[in-house]
Nanobody, 126 residues
């Protein structure tokens, strides 16, 4: 059973940056599409970004375009979410999710993903 582990969350001031990591100890991630999602208190889960198996396709929510960058290092079996120019609206629990599926795309729809991590908290506050 694939288990995903997120790390890199924490408290950051507005305008700051964080880099989240998603790893799967003991598994090879290069067969999986990976998505990053977030959920703030009282709000629905939101698809933030996703990346295809070969990194040839990425997608971003409008709210993070130009500020967040998703990438993957298949040699290190890790997917990253670089988050810059953070603001209070980015405060949430961030989850990575995976689905083993052929094809060079990915989706921001959470329903597509079969494996989820436990999440990492990101707090943006002065």
């Amino acid at each position: 059973q694939l288990q995903l582990v997120e790390s890199g969350g924490g408290l950051v001031q507005p305008g700051g940056s964080l880099r989240l990591s998603c790893a799967a100890p003991g598994f090879i991630l290069d067969s999986y599409r990976i998505g990053w999602f977030r959920q703030a208190p009282g709000k629905e889960r939101e698809g933030v970004s996703c990346i295809s198996r070969d990194s040839g396709y990425t997608a971003y929510a409008d709210s993070v375009k130009g500020r967040f960058t998703i990438s993957r290092d298949n040699a290190k079996n890790t997917v990253y979410l670089q988050m810059n120019s953070l603001n209070a609206e980015d405060t949430a629990v961030y989850y990575c999710a995976a689905i083993k599926r052929f094809g060079g795309t990915c989706s921001l729809g959470g329903y597509e993903y079969g494996y989820w991590g436990q999440g990492t908290q990101v707090d943006v506050s002065s």
